[in-house]
Structure formats: C-alpha cells, structure tokens
C-alpha cells in the first residue's frame, strides 16, 4: 500500500469492512491514537458524524462518535466527541425508532434503518481509562452504527428491503418536501 492510500476512506463491497475488529492492546495507547488522530482527519473532511477504524482500513475495535449539525446531517444535536477503544454495549432499550442513515463508506446513499433508542456502552477512553455511559437518542444511533463497522457490518445488512435504499440526491428532496 502506498502512503497516498494509506487510512483512505474504505467503501463497500471492500473485504476489510466484513472482518471482526481486534481489540487495542491500551498498553501501546500512543499507536491507538495516532489511528484516532488519521480517523478524525477523515471524517471532519467528509461531514461525518461518526467514525470505525475498519473504515479507514485499521481492524481495531476504536470508534469515534462526534454528533454536530453539518450538510450531511442538519439535525444532528452539538456533542463533545467522544473517542472508544473496545467499547461493549449492553442494555439495549426495547424501544426502537426508524431513521435514515448515512455512512462514509458507502457515499451518496441513505438507508432506513431501525435501532434501539438508547443503549449503554463500557469502554477505554482515549487515555486508557475504562468508563460506562448510557447513550439515548441520535448519539446512541451513531453509535450503533459504528459498533456495527467493528462486527463486519454496515447500515445496508440493517435495512428491511431494498426500497428502505435511496440516494442522498433523493433523500434530500424527500427532507425539504416534508417540511415545506
Ligand atoms: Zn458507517
């Protein structure tokens, strides 16, 4: 791999999005967060809300969640970004809610995708320290989303039939039609 490739965004169909990421040995953090570092780059270039490793090609469990109104996402609610190395979810809520969702590695097209509305998270923060949080609403759903990227998976394995697949072109006339 040259270095112009290297941490590219990787997009669908790329086997590197199917393996199971490994967990980050927290003793050799400063590699950890030099990929953390690569992953932030990407996803500010993009508008992204949220980021996997495996998305930049690196089979770690390491996410970034970073919810904030951009052109992607108009609605997103301001949050402090929050960096997880082997994050654990547990205590799924029973309540779901369906969203259209995005991904940075699948440019251009929008699934409708249903998730629990909130759900709780143990994991190392970006110094290696372990904490809990419990994650409702938009910070949960991405958050789900990028936990899937650690599983092999992305929002297209989620959605219920193909018809739940549109292209941002489309969603985005469907968004200023319904609130016309
Ligand atoms: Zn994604």
Redesign the pocket.
């Known amino acids: 791999m040259s270095d112009s490739t290297l941490y590219d965004i990787v997009e669908l169909g790329d086997p590197r999005l199917r393996v199971l990421a490994l967990p980050v040995d927290l003793t050799r953090l400063q590699e950890a967060l030099e990929v953390v570092q690569a992953m932030e780059s990407r996803m500010q270039e993009r508008g992204g809300v949220g980021i996997?490793a495996p998305?930049i090609g690196v089979g770690q469990q390491i996410m970034i969640i970073a919810s904030k109104p951009n052109a992607r996402y108009p609605d997103a609610p301001h949050m402090k970004p929050m960096v997880m190395f082997n994050p654990v979810p547990f205590n799924y809520s029973d309540h779901k809610v369906t969203l259209w969702e995005g991904?940075?590695?699948v440019p251009g097209i929008r699934g409708k995708v249903t998730r629990s509305d909130s759900v709780s998270v143990r994991y190392a923060d970006n110094t290696g320290k372990l904490q809990e949080i419990r994650l409702d609403g938009f910070p949960a759903r991405i958050f789900l989303?990028?936990y899937d990227?650690l599983v092999g998976k992305?929002?297209v394995d989620r959605v219920d039939s193909v018809t739940d697949l549109v292209t941002d072109k489309v969603y985005f006339k469907q968004m200023s039609t319904s609130v016309s």
């Open positions: 996997a998305q991904c940075l590695s989303h990028e990227h992305t929002f």
